[in-house]
């Protein structure tokens, strides 16, 4: 009987002990470094890009054999080749940088005026300057806020009979919903474009993707996850497309190379040697980069999602591997005693925790209606379908998203698994302490 009371009474200490936790008095070292408390981390996070002295070799070598131009020497051939077999991909043509391998493969699949192009609202610029070059009509559709990709099931709706093409971005190296887009696209016979430049190494049904459209186009910019400072690469399995983009980034030349024989119109953004040079070195890590990833990232996930208001981006069923370029979260106030999302990430960042919240709304950026306001758009389109723009690409799930989001670089997924711990702790105790930064 004692044993029992003994029990019951421990058992009652615990569950106290329990709701304590949960409505959690803050301790004295709880205060948050935004209110002049000790920041939950003060080391930086893994340094990017990383450099050894393979790339130091790679890069001496280009110099001094002084063949620094792709039409004469052999490094972006070899990046070609190896990024291609890395893929699965019949071809791959090195580019300049992401933005021309968009606008290459537009190009290619004869994209112009008076065309329209669907693409998200919820990318990097380029995606939409891309199809601003080719002077068609970007045509927005509304995100999916669970996974913070172009909505598939709201793709049919904004097809018309001008649309060419549609251009789903890989959003931070999650992919996209291929199965639904990819039926779209055979079912109303239009070619998809994937946007892969955040996606190195992403999977679709255990393929890679930017092999499973038409054309698939790669950014290698300083912050992505296969890195040269500048560059690009489009893949594709049709040989035809293939020949299209790469006379078109030569200037128009035909197989050839070099000089002065013409097959089209064109233009210059063929990658350098240095480029490939670095490339191929970075490739060497780029496999074991992002396996750390993707086990940081579900660490991650697993805890964050156990904080009220914090929501992991999901990925869709079919996607077998994710890139994390970026790692995706949505912050909700209500949880935090109504703070709003800037301070939240203030305070995140005074703890130590470098974050962003993200992109704002592509489709109501002022510079589209200076776009279509300029004597080439006014020529080509009538003004009645520009006016109707503005109605046509209303994207209220995408603006919510851009008011809620919270991302981290994909740097931040390179470290050890205590890294994200310290993550979770410092949401935890913004959380426990978002009154008092309320009213700070
Ligand atoms: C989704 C997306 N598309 C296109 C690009 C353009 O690539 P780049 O900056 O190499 O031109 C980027 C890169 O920043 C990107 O993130």
Redesign the pocket.
Known sequence: MSDHITRRKLMGAASAGLVAARVARPAATDKPAMLGGRPIRTAPFPSWPVIAENEERAWMDVLHKGKWNRLDGDYANQFEQTWAATLGAKHCLATA????A?FISLNALGIGPGDEVIVPPY??V??VNAVLLQHALPVFVDTDPETSQIDARKIEAAITPRTRCILP?H?GGSPADLDAILAIGRNHNLPVLE?A??AHLAEWRHRKVSTLGALGCF???AS?NLNSG???AILTNDTDLYHQCQSFHNNGRGDTGSGFGYVRNGANLRMTEFQAALLLEQLKRVEEQSRTREQNAAHLTKQLAEIPGLRPARMYDGATRNAYHLYMFRYDKAHFANLPRAQFLKAMRAEGIPCSGGYTPLNKEPFLKHTFDSRAYRVIYPSKQLAEWFERNQCPANDRLCEEAVWFTQTMMLGPREDMDQIVEAARKIQRQAAALAQA
Do not use: I, W
Not at 97 to 100: L, M, Q
């Open positions: 940088n992401g933005t021309s968009l990318t990097f380029a995606t971005v959003l946007d430049c955040q950014s290698f910019q992505k500048e560059g690009g």
